[in-house]
């Protein structure tokens, strides 16, 4: 693996077009990169990462443009609202596919989902690349997600690139708002730091959130996801704490309980700060060898809320249940 500043992109652009595996910064977290359109290099994301099953990508592009040769034809009108509303961003917008995108791609399903990230350095290696640019988060199965390419580069996957460009000024810190747009209704499959009113003030449409068992959210959507290597729990009642453990709080107000390790991811419990923070701050406690175990709070259910303790239920899912 080789790592290059944003200065080399061209190379990893070149890579990506013969082929080959990038990893790359986004603003919500580093993605695992390969030519979308190109089923062997898609097959080399899965293979790196250790997936045990196919679950489908999102797609990557540059240029709006890019909506009307990855869906299929007559393609759904709210698509290029939400597109005009939030593309760059954090929304991944999953739709009937046109048939250049490869099964693989899409795990077989009719839908693909496509995402223009707000990044710079991934807004211009997908342009230098000239193609569509197939990406999961940049982690081995089951494991935290990256927000820094320090913790991609201690992954040790097989990959070709690294791109290393640490921009934490517009860090979003958790995956992508993941929204089904079928037969001009829209779903949210994945919550994310856009939310349902966000998405439904902008289109002026009510929008649903995916139940559970959603025939099309389920897959990739496993109970235990993105879990840090050491037991992960939610500190809730706890008055005193096991020794060697991290806290992470989410105000400075809060009691750290002498824990020898403590990490806040706001002053305030700003949840936009706390997203932000959120794996940075596993990743900190992950790499600590005074830490052997994690407590972390909780944070109210509402607004982006939902979001951040949909990846701590998952996080925590292994150790709590
Ligand atoms: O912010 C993000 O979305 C990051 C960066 C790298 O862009 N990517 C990311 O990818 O989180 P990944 O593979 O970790 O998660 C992709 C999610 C999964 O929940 C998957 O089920 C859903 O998107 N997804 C992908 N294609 C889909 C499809 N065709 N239909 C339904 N859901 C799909
Ligand atoms: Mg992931």
């Given at each position: 693996m080789k790592i290059i500043s944003p200065e080399q992109l061209s190379e990893a652009a070149e890579c990506l077009r013969n082929g080959g595996l990038v990893a790359f910064p986004t603003e919500t977290v580093y993605g695992l990169g390969a030519?979308?359109?190109?089923p062997v290099a898609v097959a080399g994301i899965f293979e790196a990462k250790k997936r045990p099953t196919f679950d489908p990508l999102i797609v990557h592009i540059s240029d709006k443009n890019q909506l009307n040769d990855l869906f299929l034809a007559p393609i759904d009108l709210l698509v290029f609202r939400l597109a005009e509303k939030f593309m760059p961003g954090p929304l991944t917008i999953v739709h009937r596919k046109s048939p250049v995108v490869p099964d693989l791609v899409t795990s077989g399903m009719e839908n693909v989902a496509v995402r223009m990230p707000a990044h710079q350095v991934a807004h211009d290696l997908i342009r230098l690349a000239g193609i569509p640019v197939a990406a999961p988060s940049a982690n081995l199965f089951g494991q935290l997600s990256p927000t820094s390419y320090k913790h991609v580069a201690k992954q040790k996957m097989e990959i070709d690139y690294l791109v290393a460009a640490d921009d934490v000024t517009h860090l979003v810190g958790i995956e992508s708002t993941v929204v089904l747009v079928e037969n001009n209704t829209c779903t949210i499959l994945r919550p994310g730091i856009i939310t349902a009113e966000d998405i439904s003030t902008a289109i002026e449409l009510p929008v649903t959130i995916a139940a559970k068992n959603h025939k099309i959210s389920?897959?990739?959507?496993?109970?235990?996801?993105?879990?840090?290597?050491k037991p992960l729990h939610f500190i809730d009642n706890l008055k005193v704490l096991p020794e060697k453990t991290g806290i992470i709080l989410?105000?400075?107000?809060?009691?750290?309980?002498?824990?020898?390790r403590t990490i806040y991811t706001s002053q305030n419990e700003n949840l936009r700060e706390v997203a932000a923070a959120l794996f940075t701050s596993l990743h900190q406690m992950e790499d600590d060898e005074e830490v052997e175990q994690i407590f972390i709070e909780r944070v109210e259910e509402k607004g982006i809320g939902i979001s951040i303790m949909d990846r701590l239920k998952k996080a925590t899912y292994r150790y709590e249940k």
């Open positions: 030519n979308a359109l190109d389920s897959p990739g959507l496993l109970n235990s996801h993105y879990s840090p290597t989410h105000a400075a107000s809060h009691d750290s309980l002498n824990a020898i």
